[in-house]
């Protein structure tokens, strides 16, 4: 079986904010944090690349967060979400998940099985959070069971590189 390589396209970024929502979840984490967190999602608005981080017990708490992070977009910014591009974890595809979407007018992008490149942008965030907040617990010589309360700052100081955020 050979694999098809995936052009890298370049320019194709939203027009203004909230035009396209990249999300993945993160996790489960090998070390749960203090409170019981396993799991993170990320929302990085595709214009300005800033990101919003959630810490979740539980996949299933996603629907709930998306739901809260549409308000805070409404209250903030008063914007809505035009497009959600995620990867194809079952928790994007709930019926209570596509009714408050289409209830919303958001159109849902979803990745192929198996092609976490398609979702890039998201897949390359995890990363860039992820070292950031490793070299932030290292730095300050704290155990990894606090990686729920370095992954937030984390994501902070990354959008604080981004002029737009």
């Not at 017990?57 to 497009?83: A, P």
């Not at 408050?100 to 958001?106: D, R, T």
């Amino acid at each position: 079986h050979v694999r098809v390589s995936f052009s890298s396209r370049i320019n194709n970024r939203a027009l203004s904010l909230f035009d396209v929502v990249h999300s993945d979840v993160w996790g489960p984490s090998r070390i749960p944090s203090i409170p019981g967190y396993q799991y993170y999602v990320t929302f990085i608005d595709d214009f300005s690349r800033c990101t919003w981080i959630f810490l979740m017990k539980d996949r299933s708490e996603l629907f709930n967060t998306f739901k809260s992070f549409c308000s805070e977009i409404s209250t903030q910014f008063g914007k809505t979400i035009h497009i959600l591009r995620s990867d194809n974890a079952k928790q994007y595809f709930s019926d209570r998940f596509n009714s408050f979407m289409h209830s919303k007018g958001i159109v849902h992008q979803s990745s192929c099985p198996h092609t976490p490149q398609q979702n890039g942008v998201a897949e390359r965030k995890h990363r860039h959070i992820v070292d950031t907040a490793h070299t932030l617990l290292l730095n300050a010589n704290v155990p990894l069971k606090f990686w729920g309360d370095a992954v937030v700052p984390a994501g902070y100081l990354i959008n604080q590189c981004h002029p737009l955020c």
